[in-house]
């Protein structure tokens, strides 16, 4: 509510966390006094009813509208207090403001898997109301596989709602497939341009175009078009033209200038971002910019306001900058945060954006570091761009990768000799007491694990003896660059913040980078968020 005013939003789409690749039948098992609270990993996909869930249902049923207030006791009636009911209040909430900001031509794309949609359209009837759905998608994924006692589980769902029935709407096409177009396209210029024949006779009784053409009589109901238009398709070389005047002239039609097959609401032709993807950055659930594509394209124009709720790697906002429309995306990791950023600025070098939330001084990082040290961990890796380590999808969870590098909170790589293999920076940070060992320990462990240069970032101010400790370290020689690095090197946060950076040959690979878009594709309107 404080930087998203009503009814200024032209199109959201969401794609709410969720753990689909759990088993369906744990969604409903009663947590009621079974399960403490887990700690939220970096990607964290489940939802538990806690205290929170349970203060949220109560906003909910207490000051939602009647319609919404009804639907969702009557869920919790139905599926209980579990993590699924936990899921659909919190959804329930978000939607509630998620209609708030859309204007009255705007429309909402929820994202979701078959476990719950079912679910969602009822709680999206009651927010939007019935007569404004306005579809379901099918997106085919993934290809099926051996599942036992069911139908392969291979594809998602789009629920797409408008706030009225007077939504933005440019109908989308696909290209013909190859049978279609070598049972319709026979015919071929001399220039290789294929075209099909086409019906030039009136459907209908047409007295004024019943005329003589080039020595062929008129069809019964006259010709499709006037005279004027016939010279001019004439022309053009449009017409062709049969050998025997008992037959009649046809139209060409040129499959390049046909849009293509109208898209309907069951997708196959958009692929996953597999493992090969040019696009793949590395987050677990990355949607690929098609699919986005296609939903900003038909739902927006430009100029447009696009907001992702739920943006984690920042696909929708990526291609809301491509198409040239104004975004909006929100997330409440530092990791996806980081990740956005990467993205938007090597896919868009001349991008410009504002972050909210992110700490701008020492104080509002103390404060992050007293809140969540795990979020202030990630936000301090990304003030150097280091990979946070164990970030893979919250597999390791919070803690970080257990093993040979313990203590290292993120690695930063790059490759300065003819090998090209890649050597490393390995990043610790520190938002507590610090002290001299705490250096001796990060060179020892940059010294065992053979990488290059050890950067221990700290909140507090480094003492006289860590700084010793670190210069005794010495120097790491790039040989492809012909300079010397100090091995060990301590930066505090207000360091970075006013733009220190590590002394080290030029990284690569940190984060999988995304590929560029031409600039002229890339000029993004700024905007208040405050104004409709």
Not at 1 to 24: G, I
Not at 107 to 115: G, N
Not at 214 to 232: C, D, H, V
Not at 252 to 257: A, G, P, Q, T, V
Request: hydrophobic fraction near 35%; include cysteine.
């Amino acid at each position: 509510r404080e930087y998203v005013a009503d009814s200024s939003v032209d199109l959201t789409y969401l794609d709410p966390p969720f753990n689909s690749s759990r088993n369906y039948n744990v969604l409903f098992r009663d947590e009621a006094g079974k399960y403490s609270e887990a700690q939220i990993e970096a990607f964290e996909d489940t939802w538990h009813w806690t205290h929170q869930a349970e203060e949220t249902y109560h906003d909910l049923v207490t000051n939602a509208p009647n319609r919404v207030s009804e639907v969702i006791g009557a869920l919790r009636d139905l599926v209980g207090t579990n993590e699924m009911m936990a899921y659909l209040v919190m959804m329930a909430a978000r939607l509630v403001e998620l209609h708030r900001v859309l204007k009255p031509t705007g429309s909402l794309y929820l994202h979701c898997d078959p476990t719950a949609s079912h679910y969602l359209k009822i709680v999206m009837d009651a927010i939007f109301g019935p007569t404004n759905y306005r579809g379901e998608i099918t997106w085919k994924r993934t290809t099926t596989h051996n599942d036992a006692k069911r139908w392969s589980p291979n594809a998602d769902i789009l629920l797409y709602y408008g706030k009225t029935d007077q939504v933005i709407w440019h109908p989308q096409h696909a290209p013909h497939s190859v049978r279609y177009v070598a049972d319709k396209y026979r015919y071929r210029d001399p220039d290789g341009r294929l075209y099909a024949l086409d019906n030039m006779t009136s459907p209908n009784p047409r007295p004024n175009l019943t005329y003589e053409w080039k020595g062929f009589p008129p069809p019964p109901n006259g010709w499709r078009y006037s005279r004027e238009t016939m010279a001019k398709l004439d022309a053009d070389g449009r017409i062709w033209y049969p050998s025997d005047t008992s037959k009649r002239p046809r139209l060409k039609r040129y499959l390049d200038e046909m849009p293509g097959v109208v898209v309907g609401n069951v997708w196959t032709d958009i692929d996953p971002v597999n493992s090969q993807a040019g696009e793949r950055l590395g987050y677990p659930t990355q949607k690929p910019l098609a699919l986005l594509e296609r939903i900003i394209s038909a739902s927006s124009n430009r100029g447009d306001i696009v907001l992702d709720p739920f943006c984690g790697c920042g696909t929708a906002i990526a291609v809301a900058q491509k198409l040239d429309r104004r975004w909006i995306g929100i997330d409440v990791t530092h990791l996806a945060i980081a990740l956005m950023k990467y993205r938007l600025c090597a896919m868009f070098p001349d991008v410009q954006f504002r972050v909210i939330g992110e700490p701008e001084d020492v104080g509002s990082a103390r404060q992050l570091a007293q809140d969540d040290r795990y979020q202030f961990q990630w936000w301090a890796l990304s003030l150097v761009k280091a990979k946070p380590l164990g970030s893979d999808g919250g597999k390791t969870g919070k803690t970080g990768k257990k093993g040979s590098d313990w203590g290292i909170d993120g690695v930063i790589a790059f490759v300065d000799d003819n090998t090209s293999k890649p050597k490393r920076v390995m990043v610790q940070v520190k938002s507590g007491h610090v002290k001299a060992g705490d250096i001796r320990d990060l060179r020892g462990t940059v010294e065992r694990e053979n990488a290059a240069i050890g950067v221990f970032i700290t909140l507090e101010e480094p003492t006289r003896d860590m700084v010793t400790e670190a210069v005794s370290a010495g120097y790491y020689h790039s040989p492809g660059w012909q300079q010397e690095y100090p091995r060990i090197q301590i930066l505090t946060i207000e360091q970075l913040l006013h733009g220190a950076e590590i002394k080290m040959p030029p990284p690569h690979g940190t984060f999988r980078e995304a590929q560029r878009v031409r600039v002229s594709d890339a000029e993004q309107v700024q905007f208040d968020l405050g104004a409709p």
